[in-house]
């Protein structure tokens, strides 16, 4: 054990420890910027330098490895003196002004620059902000980049590269003109991004956001001839009251339903019913396509990210996906069949607005195979901004219930939150269409967690035993991959492109208190914590459902019920 | 009188055929240990400008277990000022050839890097040909004079980048990666180039190690003061009669004899503005501050470094808002922008000087510069940054009276 002081504070850590975790351990709280846990270190930003045994060089403590006898020095004058200049800079770098400030600001709420300012207790500007005069990266569907805000830290670049595995941001330029920018500055649009958004998660200010659609939704509410119909996703429930000041993880699905019922929606849905559905047909898939041998493993398709990276990387393993749409586009297929029709609603006047944890789903809405059957996607945190907009603080309503229609879920479709959730689902749901008897047991504990890669085999009958995977965030999707090329044996793979599944959405809220892995625990345990207290806790008990069935689509799989649910995918490759 | 001590100069020296190559000789029949018991003897410190022993380097970098390790000649001469490689490189490369081959043996590396500054054209074409040249005559390759040691040089142009000197950044450019420093430790003697450990000499301490194993540790011990050893190129440059490189015994002579003789004086008028003594990143010395011995020690009692031996003179007609601007215009194009303080502190400087064209400062104005230099010095990630403002700064404290309001009180 190594053993120093800092702040006159004696520390013991074990070697290989930075200053910047010692003085976490004894909670002495070092501002940082370009640090970010789980990503590398970059030693850009020089906000945490600290005083080492009196040097006059100071060190940064994100990147100094304690060692024995160190005496630290966190907020010595001299360094909060040299703090307190550096946060002019950086200030000045970030081009506050008229056009560029922090009121408008996508994170006026979240800002990481404004958390410094606080802990650093910063009481001076000298500086005028130079203007860069970059533009706006409008290419994609699901991200905006304004990098008149950037003040490259380079987290975007790392979080894309090592937890992602992509890489599609990279610096240009020199010097002051540093820039973060795509290959050949070709936009986000247009290069190798997923749309996954954990660069929006990533960035401390407000240099990337999602493309809003909230003007549109607003339009759409006053406009007295639309019927305006929302779908809300598992994960929006555990996360949506933290923007009203609420903990990560509680649960406010009753009160996201009375929130949107007084924005004026005129029918609220749950995107978990449509999650039962795609166990129903993924499910039925799953078995046929186990049965028959046929392109196995089966890999899930509900993560719009984890499909745009599969068609740009592995797109030889596209006839391996599941046909079945996501939960959120079998929603917008049946609102404008099913629903339109059973409610004799024009389908002229019908919008179907979607509340995501998560930005890819912008993009899928808009992939010419889904026909525009959702109009507008809103993220958890454009949901949480109409909703204070509207004068309402989520955590003060009593819970109201879903519209009946689609609006009934078991707690199979909760977990779909959640990584391992889907396929949790799915078994429990398999081993019922394979044997017709309900599993004893239906947690199935080896596929939860935040283990980046899971495996679980499950013994159906004398003759199966189901081999299966789990992989989120996108390194690890990658490394599930390889796996399955050299040759290990599974029938079905679930895989997220965000870490944690859903939860950890790019579209999600962020906290600028938590680190992600307490925030992801949090929401996790708030999804399991709906599952296990539902009555109906697998997919193919939902009675909604089984109405569908009865009434509209005939059986899982069925012709009807392949034309509305079923999809084909793009083999990309690189560009 | 001050004269020049011939150590490192000479007759020009590029004929691969005729040079026996005695350092390299010697050396192979000395093996590792005493190579580098001579070098720390000789108490060399490193050329480049940081000053670093050269014999503690190469027994840090003997000490590494690795498959293999690599060893690198730092010619990207880049400091302001600063024409004393080049010499070396366009008259002497076949010193500088030796000195790398010999710290390559004992070390035991067996790929060796001449990174030269891609402006350097002539240079460049000369040290080609002499790689050439050594293939050929079998100097460079397998067993080379029957020793049993494998070496070769590969040649690498540097596209023009200042902080490409650090060595770190150095290293990242050779990897084909953005130049731009990386975090010690793990220094470049760990995880160097690709990862494998790897020593990083400027051209004229490779030259000096080639003279040292030649002459003997003794011989270059010999001169100089007890903490700056032997002998260093200048280059002295500015506003003076003659601007050459010189080689000066350290301690022979003051700052002001080597203007006033080697160079010949200032040019139109008797004495300078200011001097500044080792390249851009040193501080400014004045008229009255150059009876200063030419040691590492006595330019630091000065108030300045000897840095890379680059001596600049500044002639009284000089405008210092001019010079402040030149100065500060070179930092921010030069920075490498990753570390916060130094992008951004160096725009600010340059944004707030030229602002000011003709005008004094305000002391407010010149309290925000000194803290900016001062979050730069303290916090910058990189030599280069760290002493980025080391003139400017100088400027501002040594010319008051020029630069700056005077506060009127009234009482």
Known sequence: MIKLTIDNTPVEVEKGTTLLEAARQVHINIPTLCYEENLSIYGGCRLCVVEVNERRQLMPACATEAEDGMEVKTHSPRVREVRQTLFELIIASHDISCELNCLTCTRQASCELRNVAEDIGINRMRLNPIYRGLDKDLSSYSVVREPNKCITCDRCIRKCEEVQGIGIFANSDRGPETTVTTFQDKGMGNVECTNCGQCIISCPTGALHEVYHMDSVWDALYNEEKHVIVQTAPAVRVAIAEPFGAEPGTVATGQLVAALRRLGFDGIFDTNFTADLTIMEEGTEVVERVSNNEHLPVLTSCSPGWIKFIEHFYPEHLKNLSTAKSPQQMFGALAKTYYAETMGVDLEDLVVVSIMPCTAKKFESKRPEMADDVDYVLTTREAAMMIKAAGINICDLEPEEYDNLMGVSTGAADIFGTSGGVMEAALRSAYYLITGEELEEIDIKPVRGLEGLKKAEVPINEDLTLKVGVAHGLSNAKKMMEMIADGEEFHFVEFMACPGGCIGGGGQPISAELTSTETLQRRMDGIYSIDSSKKLRQSHENPMVQKLYEEYLGKPGSHKAHKLLHTEYTPRGLS | ?411
């Not at chain 2, 026996?20 to 050396?27: H, I, N, R, T, Y």
């Not at chain 2, 440059?237 to 601007?243: A, K, M, R, V």
């Not at chain 2, 501080?283 to 030419?294: F, G, H, V």
């Open chain 2, 1 to 411: 009188m001050v004269k020049e001590r011939k150590f490192l100069k000479g007759p020009r020296l590029r004929d691969v055929s005729t040079y026996e190559f005695p350092g390299l000789k010697k050396a192979l029949s000395l093996g590792p240990d005493r190579i580098i018991q001579q070098i720390s003897d000789a108490r060399l410190l490193g050329r480049g400008g940081a000053g670093f022993p050269t014999g503690t380097k190469w027994d840090l970098a003997l000490q590494q277990q690795g498959e293999r390790k690599y060893m690198i000649c730092n010619a990207d001469e880049g400091e302001p000022g600063t024409f004393k490689d080049r010499y070396l490189l366009e008259e002497r490369p076949l010193k500088v050839l030796e000195g790398l081959m010999i710290g390559a043996y004992a070390v035991g590396a067996t790929q060796g890097y001449i990174y030269i500054r891609g402006e350097y054209s002539e240079p460049i074409k000369i040290v080609r040909e002499i790689l050439e040249d050594a293939r050929e005559e079998g100097i460079l390759g397998e067993d080379i004079f029957g020793s049993g040691f494998d070496f070769d040089i590969k040649l690498v142009r540097g596209a023009g980048a200042y902080v490409c000197g650090d060595e770190t950044s150095l290293i990242n450019s050779i990897e084909g990666k953005r130049g731009i420093s990386r975090i010690k430790p793990p220094y470049p003697i760990q995880e160097g180039l690709y990862g494998h450990p790897t020593v990083v000499n400027n051209v004229e301490s490779l030259a000096c190690a080639a003279e040292i194993i030649k002459q003997g540790a003794g011989e270059f011990a010999a001169l100089g003061t007890d903490n700056s050893r032997g002998t260093k190129l200048i280059s002295l440059s500015g506003d003076i009669n003659i601007s050459e490189v010189f080689e000066i015994e350290f301690g022979s002579c003051t700052l002001s004899e080597i203007i006033e003789n080697l160079g010949g004086g200032v040019r139109r008028g008797r004495d300078p503005k200011f001097v500044i003594p080792g390249g851009l990143s040193t501080a400014a010395l004045l008229p009255e501050e150059l009876d200063c011995t030419y040691t590492y020690e006595g330019i630091e009692s000065a108030g300045s470094s000897l840095g890379s031996g680059a001596i600049i003179v500044v002639g009284e007609s000089r405008d210092l808002v001019d010079i402040l601007l030149k100065v500060s215009r070179f930092y921010m194009d030069e920075t490498c922008g990753t570390c916060f303080p130094c992008r951004e502190g160096n725009k600010q400087i340059n944004y707030m000087l030229s602002q000011h064209r003709n005008k004094k400062f305000s002391g407010q104005e010149v309290e925000l510069i000194e803290d900016i230099g001062e979050v730069i010095a303290a916090a910058a990630r990189c030599g280069l940054g760290q002493t980025s403002l080391s003139l400017i700064n100088s400027i501002f404290n040594k010319f008051p009276e020029e630069l700056i309001e005077e506060v009127i009180h009234v009482d």
